[in-house]
């Protein structure tokens, strides 16, 4: 990665990632992180990764708000991360109580399984995904979950890992052979941390001052799992109104939205409808962001893409995110967190002393691209408000493992043990009472945010602007 210059105070890796960010280098010193041993403990640096994401998301919201209310830098006061609250968020789908129930991680045929001559990964936690996978073996969806796993594992053991990795590709199904480091099948040298282009010019854009940094912002939430929805939930703590848009034939699980739904409005809109086509027109004419979280071009055909939406909305900042980079020739596979630790090696340097693969200790690849979207949509509203002008924003989870794996370097770790309780509350919702991870983003001379409103049920709520 390209070195950063900064004061020597400055953590790297948050000078980094605000660099990146096309943020001054002078704010990034204003931040600094209470520490906590035991944090997203790990061989690769988790721990720095991830508080590094959430410092300059905090920092970000901060720019804004100063410049929304007129205050010079030198009065902000310090930024102060607690890794305690990071690691604790970066665990927001395991923290989750639904009524005393515990959310399931992963479905069964979603893992590591042994083949021929390695280990694939799968992804299967959603009905049609399962459906693909079972297809393309070649196994009948027939018997309980424990015989299907057990074809699962006998039909994979007898096949080479990349050859199960292309037939799962060709039929829509999600599976990755484990790569060894600096032998994967895709590039990640060169691959950025964020891509960020300029819209055209366009006429003042303010926003005026007030309590929380995003109020008053409109943003269309066009993601599901998980970074995308991890950036929009952040959106919502800052105040941002967030409405999120699904297909009615794609149903969200619902675990997952109530984990990343908070904050947020949820409504449902067929884009191959033209009436439900017209009222997301209607909807982009008051927006402010547009996040979405589909593979490269999927929108087009809609005239969702990022130059089209440029072109009618000069003042709209676009934010896409897709799993394996914007070009290569995988650049328009389907991917979660978990495969794309399968294929760039992260997998293969957590494995464990059986050589059993290993993972992160956080679907932190999600999580840590969720806050660093937030942070660059947090900069394109700060600068909007001098020239008016969006910013058409590009992320990839390909892009931030290229950033973990060869960017960050390990600092010691300190302090008491991560206790996740001081960063755990409770609400009530339609699903019943939730305890719920706290967002752990900082605001400067202390304190932080919360959401002003529980998940909704999916899908519930009429598609216009509050």
């Avoid at 009524?99 to 979603?110: D, I, M, N, V, Y």
């Avoid at 590039?187 to 010019?201: F, I, K, Q, T, Y």
């Amino acid at each position: 990665m390209d070195d950063v210059q900064t004061d020597p105070a400055t953590d790297p890796a948050t000078a980094h990632a605000w660099a990146a960010l096309g943020g001054a280098p002078e704010p990034a010193a204003t931040v600094t992180y209470a520490p906590s041993a035991g944090v997203l403990p790990a061989r690769l640096p988790v721990r720095e990764f991830a508080r590094a994401t959430v410092g300059v998301c905090s920092l970000a919201a901060a720019e804004l708000a100063a410049r929304r209310s007129g205050r010079p830098v030198a009065e902000w006061g310090g930024i102060r991360v607690a890794e305690a609250a990071v690691g604790t968020a970066f665990h927001s789908e395991r923290e989750l109580r639904i009524a005393g129930r515990q959310p399931t991680a992963f479905a069964p045929l979603s893992g590591f399984w042994r083949t021929a001559d390695g280990w694939v990964r799968t992804h299967a936690n959603y009905p049609h995904h399962r459906a693909r996978l079972l297809a393309a073996l070649g196994i009948p969806a027939r018997g309980t979950p424990e015989q299907l796993v057990e074809r699962v594992r006998t039909e994979l053991a007898a096949r080479p890992a990349r050859e199960v990795q292309e037939t799962a590709y060709a039929r829509g199904a999600l599976a990755v052979a484990m790569a060894e480091p600096g032998a994967t099948d895709m590039p990640l040298d060169g691959l950025p941390l964020v891509e960020s282009r300029p819209g055209p010019e366009a006429g003042p854009r303010p926003l005026s001052a007030a309590p929380l940094p995003a109020e008053g912002v409109r943003v269309l939430d066009l993601t599901r799992v998980l970074a995308g929805p991890v950036a929009t939930r952040t959106l919502a703590a800052l105040g941002a109104d967030v409405l999120r848009v699904d297909a009615p034939q794609l149903p969200e699980d619902q675990d997952t939205h109530t984990d990343t739904g908070f904050g947020k409005r949820s409504t449902r809109l067929d884009l191959t409808d033209p009436a439900d086509r017209r009222t997301v027109g209607e909807l982009l004419d008051r927006a402010d962001v547009v996040v979405s979280g589909y593979r490269p071009g999927a929108l087009d055909r809609f005239g969702l893409g990022p130059d089209a939406l440029a072109e009618r909305h000069p003042g709209l900042i676009t934010a896409q995110l897709c799993a394996w980079g914007w070009s290569g020739p995988w650049s328009g596979r389907r991917g979660f967190d978990s495969l794309v630790q399968a294929g760039t090696g992260i997998a293969a340097l957590e494995a464990g002393p059986d050589g059993r693969p290993g993972v992160l200790p956080a679907q932190a690849l999600d999580h840590g691209t969720g806050y660093l979207i937030a942070a660059a949509v947090l900069r394109a509203l700060t600068v909007r408000q001098d020239t008016g002008a969006g910013r058409r924003l590009r992320f990839s989870l390909a892009g931030t493992a290229s950033w973990l794996l060869h960017g960050i370097a390990p600092v010691p770790e300190g302090g008491p043990g991560h206790d996740p309780a001081p960063w755990l509350a409770e609400t009530e919702s339609p699903y019943g009472t939730l305890r719920y991870a706290r967002s752990p983003l900082a605001r400067p001379g202390g304190g932080g945010f919360n959401w002003t409103r529980p998940p909704g049920r999916w899908g519930a709520d009429a598609p216009v602007w509050r």
